[in-house]
């Protein structure tokens, strides 16, 4: 795994650059910089959850989750899908949560942008209604089913995680590990080679 985005403290030099960005329809002035996942642009991965994913079609959450959250796009589409929610985002990144929390701000949403470990003390087993992931496939299968297994944990018992993970990187095996772990899961949409999943909470 790179040390340019996966680690609590990247070497490179942080310049921030100021982009436009559309996240669902909502144009946004966002800051990025090296050092964090995507670091110039909205991933295909992200766009393709963004626009697959069921945002209008479920009951608002009250709380939401954004595991991953680099610069903060899925973030922002959680804030602005569902502006009277607990938004909660994570990362390993300090960079990537900074860059996070700055945006949120300059889009005039509220937010808990920490580090995975503070949000895993902080909020209560079965107590998020909605999570929403581009995981971090590449840090290996038991680093990500362990970082899967601890998040999935906090839904709700109607909660719902959408992760969005590229075919020929596994999404179908994933789909079917997540399964094994008790969490019924389906692929709702595929598009550009990847699948978007949808996990429940354990049964």
């Given at each position: ?5 996966y680690?609590e ?10 982009r436009?960005?559309n996240?669902?329809g909502i144009?946004?002035r ?5 050092g964090?996942?995507?670091a110039?642009r ?5 766009a ?5 994913a069921?945002?209008?079609a479920?009951?608002p ?7 991953g959250?680099?610069?903060?796009p899925?973030a922002?589409a ?10 909660w ?5 300090g ?10 701000a ?9 580090a995975?470990?503070e ?7 079965a107590?998020v209604d909605?999570?929403v992931?581009?995981p971090?496939i ?7 089913h ?6 999935l944990?906090?839904?709700?018992c ?20 997540l399964?094994?772990?008790?969490h019924?899961?389906e692929?709702?949409?595929s ?12 049964s």
């Amino acid at each position: 795994m790179s040390e340019h985005y996966y680690c609590e403290s990247p070497s490179v030099p942080a310049r921030r650059t100021e982009r436009e960005v559309n996240i669902r329809g909502i144009v946004h002035r966002v800051l990025m910089a090296p050092g964090v996942f995507s670091a110039d642009r909205l991933d295909k991965a992200t766009a393709v959850l963004l626009a697959k994913a069921p945002f209008d079609a479920i009951d608002p959450p009250a709380r939401t989750l954004d595991v991953g959250c680099g610069w903060g796009p899925l973030a922002l589409a959680l804030a602005d899908a569902y502006p009277e929610a607990e938004l909660w985002a994570t990362d390993v990144n300090g960079r990537a949560r900074s860059l996070a929390a700055d945006n949120l701000a300059l889009a005039g949403h509220a937010g808990h942008v920490v580090a995975p470990e503070e949000a895993l003390a902080r909020l209560a087993p079965a107590s998020v209604d909605l999570i929403v992931s581009n995981p971090p496939i590449r840090i290996g299968k038991a680093a990500l089913h362990d970082l899967l297994r601890a998040n999935l944990a906090l839904l709700a018992c109607e909660g719902r995680a959408w992760l969005v993970v590229g075919k020929n990187l596994g999404a179908d095996s994933l789909a079917a590990w997540l399964r094994g772990e008790g969490h019924p899961c389906e692929k709702i949409a595929s598009a550009k080679g990847f699948r978007v999943l949808e996990a429940r909470a354990k049964s």
